[in-house]
């Protein structure tokens, strides 16, 4: 195992459920709070307004799900037929990139503030236009965050068919 | 002869999402949609699509019993409706009001109890996590066990929010200064204040009880699970 693997080992393994939870809560409070400040400065705020209610959503609804499948983790998808979740699930590097890019974009956003307000399309076309390191980065993260929020997207659909198979299969059940 | 055996009709996945109550559910998503997105242009606009999603939050559910269509997918998008509106809410009174950090607070609360609440009800196997028929805590089976209670803390915390909201006059606001306004003040909106904040503390208090008791129920989960042999 390679020691960058060993370390996301250590800091993705929980070994107690206490512990797990609060990883998981800390995670979407966190990523929450980062969005509430980024819909201050940038206008439209509805934009991270929306980020938020799909990152506390989706991730609500496959957490619903796993415990109604009794999957150890929502991270364990592999009868998934998806193809976009097998990249995205089965390759933890790939995962780890896209959740990496989306805080680093967020980040970033933040950082790139200037003034009281800022309009987003703005700051994104001219941190990218301006050819330097941090285009790099924007970009890389933009893309990276753009798959997370598509696997988010595919993820609720995904959950939301776990319970309502739920309750077609209780209601099999002599 | 044979019996008529009746064939039990297995429900299709998309008239389950199709569901009366779920129906309600998608209009109450898309209110709250609109009703944000307009939030600063239409506050009382902003206010009536509020309070009628929270209206139907509270009819879906006697609908769904009434025609026999409740759904686990139903209650799970009753729940998620509530966290993110609510979040939403609080997201703009942060942007309003100073200190601003009250609201995230309060925001981090309500995802984080709810959030803990709902696992460990996963853990107990209970069919809700109001039922907490062996709680201990005098509150909350005060709380829970009297649903009118509840339901005025509930609707307290909503209307302390919504009230705030309405009382921003300025682009900025401080928070002390508009709440001893308006309690000063001797009106009606007196009233509805005083009283809202009742229920709002009372509400905040058993999310932090809540978020100890979920805790709790997780630890134990892990202890009971390595006695097993």
């Given at each position: 195992?390679?020691?960058?693997?060993?370390?996301?080992?250590?800091?993705?393994?929980?070994?107690?459920?206490?512990?797990?939870?609060?990883?998981m809560?800390?995670?979407?409070?966190?990523?929450?709070?980062?969005?509430?400040?980024?819909?201050?400065?940038?206008?439209?705020?509805?934009?991270?307004?929306?980020?938020?209610?799909?990152?506390?959503?989706?991730?609500?609804?496959?957490?619903y799900?796993?415990?109604?499948?009794?999957?150890?983790?929502?991270?364990?998808?592999?009868?998934?037929?998806?193809?976009?979740?097998?990249?995205?699930?089965g390759?933890?590097m790939?995962?780890?990139?896209?959740?990496?890019?989306?805080?680093?974009?967020?980040?970033?956003?933040?950082?790139?503030?200037?003034n009281?307000?800022?309009?987003?399309?703005?700051?994104?076309?001219?941190?990218?236009?301006?050819g330097?390191?941090?285009?790099?980065?924007?970009v890389l993260?933009?893309?990276?965050?753009?798959?997370?929020?598509?696997v988010?997207?595919?993820?609720?659909?995904?959950?939301?068919?776990?319970?309502v198979?739920?309750?077609?299969?209780?209601?099999?059940?002599? | 002869?044979?019996?008529?055996k009746?064939?039990?009709?297995?429900?299709?996945?998309?008239?389950?999402?199709?569901?009366?109550?779920?129906?309600?559910?998608?209009?109450?998503?898309?209110?709250?949609?609109?009703?944000?997105?307009?939030?600063?242009?239409?506050?009382?606009?902003?206010?009536?699509?509020?309070?009628?999603?929270?209206?139907?939050?509270?009819?879906?559910?006697?609908?769904?019993?009434?025609?026999?269509?409740?759904?686990?997918?139903?209650a799970?998008?009753?729940?998620?409706?509530?966290?993110?509106?609510?979040?939403?809410l609080?997201?703009?009174?942060?942007q309003?009001?100073r200190?601003?950090?009250?609201?995230?607070?309060?925001?981090?609360?309500d995802?984080?109890?709810?959030?803990?609440?709902?696992?460990?009800?996963?853990?107990?196997?209970?069919?809700?996590?109001?039922?907490?028929?062996d709680?201990?805590?005098?509150?909350?089976?005060?709380?829970?066990?009297?649903?009118?209670f509840?339901?005025?803390?509930?609707?307290?915390?909503?209307?302390?929010?919504?009230?705030?909201?309405?009382?921003?006059?300025?682009?900025?606001?401080?928070?002390?200064?508009?709440?001893?306004?308006?309690?000063?003040?001797?009106?009606?909106?007196s009233?509805?204040?005083?009283?809202?904040?009742?229920?709002?503390?009372?509400?905040?208090?058993?999310?932090?009880?809540?978020?100890?008791?979920?805790?709790?129920v997780?630890?134990?989960?892990?202890i009971?699970k390595?006695?097993?042999?």
């Amino acid at each position: 195992m390679s020691g960058v693997e060993y370390l996301i080992n250590l800091f993705c393994c929980s070994v107690s459920t206490f512990g797990a939870v609060l990883d998981m809560v800390t995670d979407r409070i966190s990523t929450a709070c980062l969005l509430v400040i980024l819909s201050q400065v940038y206008r439209p705020g509805m934009v991270f307004l929306s980020l938020l209610a799909l990152d506390i959503g989706s991730h609500w609804l496959q957490m619903y799900s796993t415990f109604l499948l009794g999957k150890a983790s929502h991270k364990d998808v592999k009868d998934s037929t998806n193809w976009l979740f097998k990249a995205y699930y089965g390759n933890r590097m790939f995962m780890a990139y896209c959740c990496v890019g989306c805080e680093v974009l967020y980040i970033s956003l933040f950082l790139l503030v200037q003034n009281e307000t800022e309009k987003l399309m703005d700051v994104l076309k001219a941190s990218i236009t301006e050819g330097s390191l941090v285009s790099v980065l924007v970009v890389l993260s933009l893309f990276g965050w753009a798959i997370k929020q598509l696997v988010n997207i595919i993820q609720m659909k995904t959950a939301a068919d776990v319970c309502v198979l739920h309750d077609i299969n209780k209601k099999e059940r002599p | 002869m044979a019996k008529n055996k009746s064939i039990p009709i297995k429900p299709s996945k998309l008239s389950v999402y199709l569901y009366i109550p779920n129906i309600i559910g998608y209009t109450r998503v898309l209110m709250n949609c609109f009703a944000f997105a307009i939030c600063f242009s239409n506050k009382w606009l902003f206010c009536a699509l509020y309070f009628i999603s929270f209206v139907c939050d509270g009819i879906d559910g006697w609908v769904a019993r009434k025609f026999n269509q409740v759904s686990t997918f139903g209650a799970v998008l009753d729940m998620v409706t509530d966290r993110i509106s609510t979040a939403c809410l609080l997201v703009i009174l942060s942007q309003v009001y100073r200190p601003g950090m009250v609201f995230l607070s309060l925001l981090a609360l309500d995802i984080g109890s709810h959030w803990l609440q709902m696992y460990s009800t996963f853990l107990l196997g209970k069919a809700s996590h109001k039922d907490v028929k062996d709680s201990t805590n005098w509150l909350f089976k005060a709380y829970y066990g009297n649903r009118m209670f509840m339901a005025y803390c509930c609707v307290g915390c909503e209307v302390l929010y919504i009230s705030l909201f309405l009382l921003v006059q300025n682009e900025t606001e401080k928070l002390m200064d508009v709440l001893k306004a308006s309690i000063t003040e001797g009106s009606l909106v007196s009233v509805l204040v005083v009283l809202s904040l009742f229920g709002w503390a009372i509400k905040q208090l058993v999310n932090i009880i809540q978020m100890k008791t979920a805790a709790d129920v997780c630890v134990l989960h892990d202890i009971n699970k390595k006695e097993r042999p």
